[in-house]
Structures are given as structure tokens and as C-alpha cells.
């Protein structure tokens, strides 16, 4: 993910200085940069989705290693979460394009941006490719320790996310 210059690239094949070069000179930028007011409410939304995401992973897994809402059958409660999950995840993307316009070329030379890109990444393939799939049918044909293993994973991914992303200001 980063280069020996510190820049931003994909398996160290394809470089990504030209996109944080355009978003850097964008209208976005322009409007992020000029109107604090705009950024603080688009980072206002940011965390309204993420929160918003965060709690249904921690709702949904939770459920999965029956900490919470035991009452209720997992397979209604990973549905439901995984809805309000889209949700969120879309927010938060949209909100973090809009913010990292008005900083895009530090981003491009931080590390742990392109930490959190890579985590968020997993995270994403991770829920639509392996955890939504798993989680379709009847969970009481599952192992329990593949509920388990599922929900641990899933808090770890998404810990790293947030943790990394709190972690861009610091670096």
C-alpha cells in the first residue's frame, strides 16, 4: 500500500498519486476547503454512519456469541443489521470522499490512511463475500464456532477500521 517515498499505491503496482492529485484540485476540495462550516457538517455525517455502522456490527455480532438480544433469532437480527450496516457504509463513504478532498495530498503520504483504506477494503469484502453469504440460511445448521469464529473476525476487521482511522490524525 505505500511506496518507499511514502505515496499511496495498490500492491505496489499501480500508483495513486494522479487520483489524490485530482480530488487535491476537485470541486470538492474547493468546496471543502473554503466552507469550514460544509466540512464540519459533512464530518457531522462521517460519524453518523459510522456510528451508525458500528453499532450494527457490534448488535449483529453480539447476537452471533449470544451476548445480546437472545431472545430473538440470529438469523433476524444479522438481516436487520445488515441493512442499517448498508446504510451506514454508504454515508461513510460518501461523507470520507467529501473530507479527504480537502486534505487529499497529506492523505496520499500518510501510512496509516492507507492502513485504514486497506482495513476498510477487507472489511467490505469480507461482509458482502463471506459473512452475508454464511449468514443467508438457517444458523442452526452452523457450527456454533463458525458463528463464533464469524462474529470475532468481524468486531477485529472492523476495531482496525476505526482504530486506524482515529490513528490518521496522529500520523
Known sequence: MCRRDGGFSIGGYMDL??????????????????????????????????????GMVLV????????????????MVIENTHKWFGVGL???IM?????????AMKLYYNSMFAAKMAALATGIVFVYAIRKPLLA??????????????AVTSIMIWFTVAASGRWIGFS
Open 137 to 150: 440460511g438457517d444458523h442452526t445448521e452452523l457450527n456454533p464456532w463458525t458463528l463464533r469464529i464469524v
Open 17 to 54: 498519486y494522479p487520483l489524490f492529485e485530482w480530488l487535491d484540485t476537485s470541486l470538492l476540495a474547493d468546496i471543502s476547503k473554503a466552507y469550514g462550516g460544509t466540512f464540519a457538517v459533512i464530518q457531522m455525517f462521517h460519524l453518523m454512519g459510522m456510528a451508525l455502522m458500528g
Open 60 to 75: 449483529g455480532d453480539l447476537r452471533l456469541l449470544n451476548v445480546l438480544l437472545r431472545d430473538l433469532p440470529s438469523e
Open 90 to 92: 454508504t454515508i461513510m
Open 95 to 103: 461523507s470520507g470522499i467529501f473530507m479527504s478532498s480537502a486534505v
